[in-house]
């Protein structure tokens, strides 16, 4: 039980193009889901943390307006990453939890590359 | 952002060693986490622990929950090769967002 499901794996787009990912909760529902990025050799660093059908808690320093995060459903939340530049290449991780009182479980990762 | 203090960073170990690594904080936390993480992946859950003091075993691994509840460690017997992936704690903060800070990381290296 408690898989995530991240979509897609792997991107590749232009400077200035806007990407969307996926996180799906597929077998329990998802209170809370949180948005990491990770760079190479480091560690996870939190974005930002969305409940859903309420407006996303971003992390000091995480631009709201670059980093856009909808929390519609309990199994579904989205990070759409507007007009990317290659400073934004990175691994994006997603995870999701139910109650507050149980663990967070990720997803498989997103690698984005702006060229 | 906030991180936890882990260590060691890396290990080289032989195989069949036992693996010891901690994290440690300023800050209470309410729940521990241990993940591994393979490259190009996301990090799978390995031990959760949920009381100051809690001794919790997966198999080979054994994680407690500091008395403090300050730090946490993490124990690996017996390794094997498969062990080989980057180790990360997280503590759940206990209060406000209930958000997880994660650990710096321990490279974990098992030679055969």
């Known amino acids: 039980g408690a898989v995530v499901s991240q979509h897609p794996s792997w991107v590749i787009c232009k400077s200035g193009t806007s990407v969307k990912i996926e996180c799906r909760s597929l077998d329990f529902q998802a209170t809370t889901m949180f948005w990491y990025r990770q760079f190479p050799k480091q560690s996870l660093m939190l974005m930002a943390t969305s409940n859903e059908g309420s407006k996303a808690t971003y992390e000091q320093g995480v631009e709201k307006d670059k980093f856009l995060i909808n929390h519609a459903s309990l199994t579904l939340s989205t990070l759409t990453v507007t007009s990317a530049h290659p400073e934004d290449s990175s691994f994006y991780i997603c995870?999701?939890?139910?109650?507050?009182?149980?663990?967070?479980?990720f997803g498989d990762g997103t690698r984005l590359s702006i060229l | 952002g906030q991180q936890l203090n882990q260590s060691p960073q890396s290990m080289f170990i032989q195989e069949g060693e036992d693996v010891s690594m901690n994290c440690t904080s300023s800050?209470?936390?309410?729940?521990w986490l241990w993940y591994k993480q393979d490259p190009g992946e996301g990090p799978v859950l390995l031990i959760a622990l949920y009381k100051a003091g809690e001794l919790t075993s997966n198999g080979r691994l054994t994680a407690q929950f500091g008395i403090t509840r300050k730090d946490s460690f993490l124990n690996i017997s017996a390794s094997i090769p498969s062990d080989v992936g980057i180790y990360f704690c997280a503590g759940q903060l206990s209060s406000g967002t209930y958000k997880y800070i994660f650990g710096t990381g321990t490279r974990l290296k098992v030679l055969a």
């Open positions: 995870s999701a939890r139910g109650t507050a009182s149980q663990p967070q479980h």
């Open positions: 800050s209470i936390f309410n729940t």
